[in-house]
């Protein structure tokens, strides 16, 4: 039996949620050519005009928007409230780049809350639970997103942030925590933590909402094992709000796009042509109802497939699959495309965890993939001879997998460093 945070909404017959997606569309294209000048550039560029939008079956005459874009007007690009009209910022974190910084009105403070309240009750979460928020907070949107579902939704929220792990498992015991919401490979290190101090039995955790970064099924299996939780993927970036964009439900095939708020696009990234449902593409978000920032066909680099299959949960929004990996994630390696995830897909089948490291190179102008994998106290040997049959194993493996020789180095336990938000896991020198 499932529960809603907002039953209406979440189980809204498909026909009613259009309309309700084109009534807001309407209304927001409106805002944004009288308030966003950066947008309405863009579209007099593209030579459209608010006239020649009559619903929202013309979304796509519109410009896409880019991160590059968001990064050009820094630091108010796609504004469309005046400051004053604004109580918070995000951001993004700029490794690469300038950062993109995103506006919330108290209005889009409290949509964004609502979409991750929803996710916490998809995840079996009720006002009883005690939700531990082990994402960083500032302007991580991690922390601050599922701190504010859980307050709206009632629940005892303990703002953990990432880090300090034996305060972690500290509050986790004495205060009961129940619901664990943190990066996927934080919590596969909390779960190694627990095991290596036997206090198992003294965690109360059922459920757990990992998201961020991308992750296998079989590290999600390898999580719900170690913590005895189900492990749920949540969805989200700063530029459409945060986490909460999509969420799973108790299906855990997919994630429901909140599309009273977000619609989804799939584009083929070449073309930019719209596919249909069931086609992968590169996925494309507009904020519906989102006021300081309303974002308009943003282009996420994310590839995924859409699905409007009826879902054993009653939910009624689209889901979208897992996504691969973020385009910027993905590695071209002689010339074939490998994500991480793939790789971490088939350590956790040949019984590692997912604690490793990716270095790829390129030496007299081919490029050369290596993996330093950890083995796991149960598998470690020092016995040069077992070691590299075992690394024999993975390369076979992997070769079936990704098609490539890549080189595997098994290492010690313990001896990859542990990332408290997100995991450091490729190094790629050639771009040095
Ligand atoms: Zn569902």
Not at 133 to 149: E, R
Not at 221 to 230: Q, V
Request: charge should be negative; aromatic fraction near 6%.
């Amino acid at each position: 039996m499932s529960n809603y945070f907002q039953k209406d909404i979440e189980t809204m017959p498909r026909e009613q949620l259009k309309a309700l997606q084109n009534e807001k569309f309407m209304k927001q294209i409106q805002h944004v050519w009288n308030d966003c000048p950066d947008y309405r550039r863009k579209m007099e560029a593209a030579g459209v005009s608010v006239d020649d939008i009559k619903s929202i079956d013309d979304i796509s005459k519109l410009p896409f928007l880019s991160k590059d874009d968001l990064r050009e007007n820094y630091p108010t690009a796609m504004l469309a409230k005046p400051l004053s009209e604004c109580v918070r910022i995000q951001s993004t974190s700029g490794t690469t780049g300038k950062r993109v910084i995103a506006y919330y009105t108290q209005h889009d403070v409290d949509l964004w809350d609502e979409c991750c309240a929803r996710a916490i009750v998809a995840a079996g979460g009720t006002k009883d639970d005690v939700v531990h928020v082990s994402y960083g907070y500032g302007l991580f949107t991690g922390g601050p997103g599922l701190n504010g579902g859980s307050h709206m939704l009632g629940s005892l929220t303990l703002p953990m942030s990432s880090g300090n792990t034996d305060r972690q498992l500290q509050f986790m015991t004495d205060l009961g925590s129940t619901i664990l919401c943190c990066t996927p490979s934080y919590a596969a290190y909390l779960g190694e933590a627990v095991t290596e101090r036997g206090i198992k039995d003294q965690i109360k955790l059922k459920a757990g909402i990992f998201g961020a970064e991308a992750w296998s099924e079989e590290m999600r299996r390898d999580i719900e094992k170690t913590l005895g939780i189900k492990a749920y993927d949540i969805y989200g970036l700063t530029e459409i709000s945060g986490p909460g964009v999509s969420f799973e439900c108790e299906a855990q095939t997919g994630m429901h796009i909140n599309e009273d708020h977000f619609y989804a696009e799939i584009i083929d990234p070449d073309t930019l042509e719209v596919l249909p449902h069931g086609e992968q593409g590169e996925l494309v978000f507009t904020c519906l109802d989102k006021e300081a920032f309303p974002v308009m066909r943003y282009r996420t680099r994310d590839i995924c497939v859409l699905t409007d299959e009826p879902c054993s949960c009653g939910r009624t929004h689209v889901k979208m699959v897992k996504p691969r990996g973020r385009s910027d994630d993905m590695l071209i390696i002689k010339g074939v495309n490998v994500f991480p995830s793939q790789i971490e897909a088939v350590m956790i089948q040949q019984g590692y965890q997912a604690n490793y490291q990716i270095i790829v190179d390129r030496v007299n102008n081919s490029d050369t993939i290596e993996v330093n994998i950890e083995m796991t106290p149960e598998n470690y040997t020092a016995d040069a001879e077992k070691v590299a049959k075992m690394e024999k194993e993975l390369v076979a493996a992997l070769k079936s997998m990704l098609g490539i020789l890549v080189r595997v180095k098994l290492v010690a336990p313990q001896t990859i460093v542990r990332s408290e938000g997100k995991a450091v896991r490729v190094i790629d020198n050639r771009k040095i």
